[in-house]
């Protein structure tokens, strides 16, 4: 027999719809609100069907075990360590392994800016599984949704739980920017932070890393938005603040330091990136 809910030390929590519409009608929380969540341990039988889609979107993290999700009729297999996000209004199924009984941490979201957020995050319905890389950080974040909406759904509570809801997919979607450990991205972007002040050609870094430059230039604008040298500038301009705000170094001096054997270049180079001169920055008054 399918099971919908009912599973041994489960945790659920539904706010009730119209503290939901409320919650949207509000300044903050109509921006994103959290209306159910929960946690299905080792869900046996677990299965969900909505032929016309959900007025939420929905997140699910699976933790342990296995299961799969079918999402505008295309069917895809779900394991430990992955998170199924699915646009409100889109036609879906899912279940647990009858074999291996799914772990599952979820939530449900409203709000005007829960859209942007998922495709931040790489969801959408051609692409509901996204595999995690920080998974304990994810649903340490939906333990903490879930804690605050059991003590009440006070507004307060609901503000937290957006706060966290909030976290969650930008924590999905920085997990999907930041490369993993000893892939080509993470190499090259290591030995450019490694190396401040050298001169780095792109095709050496590429071959370096084992990938064409025309590659290697596009995995740094997919996770940067910017090619190489674009990332090596960001880098130095990084150095050079902490540079001006941390020393005693001369200009000429903080140039060098981070790569640039022309003090006048460094200088517009600067003046350019943070809309002030490296002597009229350093003299600022911050914090």
């Known amino acids: 027999m399918k ?3 009912g599973f041994a030390n489960e945790r659920v929590c539904i706010v009730p719809r119209p503290l939901v519409q409320e919650a949207l009608a509000r300044p903050v929380t109509r921006r994103l609100v959290v209306t159910d969540a929960g946690l299905f341990p080792e869900a046996r039988h677990h299965e969900r069907a909505r032929p016309n889609g959900a007025d939420e979107a929905i997140v699910i993290v699976c933790t342990s075990g296995a299961g799969w999700v079918e999402v505008a009729g295309v069917r895809a297999g779900v394991g430990a360590g992955s998170a199924v996000v699915i646009p409100s209004g889109v036609p879906h199924r899912y279940a647990s392994s009858d074999t291996s009984p799914w772990t599952i941490w979820w939530c449900h979201l409203r709000g005007s800016d829960v859209d942007e957020l998922l495709a931040a995050a790489g969801a959408s319905a051609e692409r509901p599984v996204l595999q995690l890389r920080g998974v304990e950080r994810i649903v340490a974040l939906i333990d903490e949704i ?7 759904t006070s507004p307060v509570r609901l503000l937290a739980a957006a706060g966290n809801a909030w976290k969650l997919l930008t924590q999905i979607a920085v997990d999907r920017a930041t490369p993993e450990r000893g892939d080509p991205l993470e190499r090259a972007m290591s030995y450019l932070e490694e190396r401040v002040d050298g001169a780095v050609k792109v095709p050496e870094l590429a071959a370096m890393v084992g990938v064409s430059s025309s590659h290697l230039g596009a995995l740094f604008r997919a996770a940067t938005g910017g090619g190489v040298l674009a990332y090596q500038t960001g880098l130095r301009m990084s150095r050079a603040r902490q540079l001006l705000d941390g020393s005693t170094l001369g200009i000429a001096e903080i140039a060098i ?9 460094f200088s517009r180079l600067f003046s350019r990136t943070h809309g002030t001169s490296p002597s009229r920055y350093r003299a600022q008054r911050k914090g």
Do not use: F, K
């Not at 879930?146 to 009440?152: C, F, G, P, Q, V």
């Not at 330091?257 to 270049?265: F, I, K, R, V």
């Open 3 to 5: 099971l919908a809910e």
């Open 257 to 265: 330091a981070t790569g640039y054997q022309d003090p006048l270049y």
């Open 146 to 152: 879930i804690t605050s909406m059991e003590r009440s």
